[in-house]
């Protein structure tokens, strides 16, 4: 049955980074080796590109810096195409694990490769695994001394491993810097705010449930923040030896998210975080 939901309220965000960058690989495959790996970075954005042009979408991917740098060309044809960029840090470590300066360096070096590569400027950040919390006002304070009008690391969920419970659902502005928070979606349930704005949650459940959250989620909220990967329409990528529960979270649902997304994008459509969040980002530059 078709969606009552009207095109133009969510956003499919990529986070642009290789299957063997996330955390679950972290003590698998060391930063100094990731240039020895098999890509498949090229293939997987192939695909996915393919998945938006069919629904006629457009999104905001948050590219890896050190993809930035390797594949610059890939990097410009996404803006040449009419997507968003924003940065998805350098070297994909959680926020919490590096100290200020470290930040700050990690952030302006991939902010310049992307720029650098896309010959646009950057104006979003996201956390490698949704990693800034509310206590973090010093990683907010580093993101607007970079330049940047958004961020988009909430989720306020409770994780074993990310999330910050309590966060507010909607956007809300960091007032002493001026930034806007862009939270990822969730569906209240209950009274509690239950996390379903896609990644492994859209691979490890069933599509009809998927989709009725994100119909929920745009009921209360308005316009729904989901995001995914683009490993994660790649069943055929290397298996590596991770934990048993990584290689759980990492594997599930591999084979069938490439067609729930599919009738995702057809259903609801997909727009950049820049244009479904248009009225805050146009206050960006009034101070707060």
């Given at each position: 049955?078709?969606?009552?939901?009207?095109?133009?309220?969510?956003?499919?965000?990529v986070?642009?980074?290789?299957?063997?960058?996330?955390?679950?690989?972290?003590?698998?495959?060391?930063p100094?080796?990731?240039?020895?790996?098999?890509?498949?970075?090229?293939?997987?954005?192939?695909?996915?590109?393919?998945?938006?042009d069919?629904?006629?979408?457009?999104?905001?991917?948050?590219?890896?810096?050190?993809?930035?740098?390797?594949?610059?060309?890939?990097?410009?044809?996404?803006a040449?195409?009419?997507?968003?960029?924003?940065?998805?840090?350098?070297w994909?470590?959680?926020?919490?694990?590096?100290?200020?300066?470290?930040?700050?360096?990690?952030?302006?070096?991939?902010?310049?490769?992307?720029?650098?590569?896309?010959?646009?400027?950057?104006?979003?950040?996201?956390?490698?695994?949704?990693?800034i919390?509310?206590d973090?006002?010093?990683?907010?304070?580093?993101?607007?001394?970079?330049?940047?009008?958004?961020?988009?690391?909430?989720?306020?969920?409770?994780?074993?491993?990310?999330?910050?419970?309590?966060?507010?659902?909607?956007?809300?502005?960091?007032?002493r810097?001026?930034?806007?928070?862009l939270?990822?979606?969730?569906?209240?349930?209950?009274?509690?705010?239950?996390?379903?704005?896609?990644?492994?949650?859209?691979?490890?459940?069933?599509?009809?449930?998927?989709?009725?959250?994100?119909?929920?989620?745009?009921?209360?909220?308005?316009?729904?923040?989901c995001?995914?990967?683009?490993?994660?329409?790649?069943?055929g990528?290397?298996?590596?030896?991770?934990?048993?529960?990584?290689?759980?979270?990492?594997?599930?649902g591999?084979?069938?998210?490439?067609?729930?997304?599919?009738?995702?994008?057809?259903e609801?459509?997909?727009?950049?975080?820049?244009?479904?969040y248009?009225?805050?980002?146009?206050?960006?530059?009034?101070p707060?």
């Amino acid at each position: 049955m078709a969606s009552s939901e009207p095109i133009g309220r969510v956003a499919v965000t990529v986070d642009l980074e290789e299957y063997f960058q996330v955390q679950v690989m972290e003590g698998v495959v060391r930063p100094e080796d990731w240039g020895s790996m098999p890509a498949r970075i090229e293939a997987q954005m192939e695909r996915l590109l393919a998945l938006l042009d069919a629904a006629g979408a457009k999104t905001t991917w948050f590219v890896v810096g050190w993809i930035a740098e390797r594949y610059p060309r890939l990097i410009a044809r996404l803006a040449a195409e009419g997507h968003e960029l924003g940065c998805h840090s350098f070297w994909h470590r959680r926020v919490g694990t590096l100290e200020p300066a470290e930040f700050r360096e990690d952030t302006r070096r991939a902010k310049a490769a992307i720029e650098a590569a896309a010959g646009v400027e950057v104006q979003g950040y996201r956390a490698p695994n949704f990693s800034i919390r509310l206590d973090m006002e010093w990683a907010w304070e580093i993101l607007a001394e970079a330049g940047f009008t958004y961020d988009s690391s909430v989720h306020p969920v409770r994780h074993a491993h990310y999330g910050a419970a309590g966060a507010p659902r909607r956007p809300f502005r960091i007032a002493r810097h001026g930034l806007w928070e862009l939270p990822l979606a969730t569906a209240r349930m209950a009274r509690q705010p239950l996390p379903m704005a896609g990644g492994a949650y859209w691979r490890a459940a069933p599509l009809l449930y998927s989709r009725a959250m994100v119909r929920r989620a745009a009921r209360q909220l308005g316009r729904v923040n989901c995001y995914l990967h683009p490993w994660e329409l790649d069943p055929g990528q290397p298996r590596l030896p991770a934990s048993w529960i990584g290689r759980m979270r990492h594997y599930t649902g591999l084979r069938t998210m490439e067609p729930k997304l599919a009738r995702m994008l057809g259903e609801f459509g997909c727009v950049p975080l820049r244009e479904l969040y248009a009225a805050e980002l146009a206050m960006a530059e009034v101070p707060a």
